[in-house]
């Protein structure tokens, strides 16, 4: 089993900055890729930016030059720096972790979901 609490949401103005933290814990080494997921009101859960084990990275379109997803296994945590936010930004935003090698970029590709943090940009 991996747990997952995700902190650092809050309420920002349009072009503010927020990070966003996942603290791993459990079997934290079986960990294959990690992403960070958004899901709005009304709206699917949807991906902003993962990574694999092997080092790749992904983010979605919406997040490429705005987001940065960057880990500190010291500290088994996980981040999302979030840059340049817009209303169409907010969402609650969750952490998840997927344990076997393989493609990671669907919600149906993780096995362990945090409860998420609410990001709230205003215009």
């Known amino acids: 089993q991996v747990q997952l609490v995700e902190s650092g949401g809050g309420l920002v103005q349009t072009g503010g900055s927020l990070k966003l933290s996942c603290a791993l814990s459990?079997?934290?080494?079986?960990?294959?890729?990690m992403g960070w997921f958004r899901q709005a009101p009304g709206k699917e859960r949807e991906i902003v930016a993962a990574?694999?084990?092997?080092?790749?990275?992904y983010y979605a379109d919406s997040a490429k030059g705005r987001f940065t997803i960057s880990r500190d296994n010291s500290k088994n945590t996980v981040y999302l720096q979030m840059n340049s936010l817009k209303p169409e930004d907010t969402a609650v935003y969750h952490c998840?972790?997927?344990?076997?090698?393989?493609?990671?970029?669907?919600?149906?590709?993780?096995?362990?979901w945090g409860q998420g943090t609410q990001v709230t940009v205003s215009s």
């Open positions: 990574f694999s084990g092997y080092g790749s990275m």
């Open positions: 459990g079997r934290t080494f079986s960990i294959y890729a």
């Open positions: 998840a972790a997927r344990v076997l090698r393989g493609e990671y970029y669907a919600v149906r590709d993780y096995d362990y």
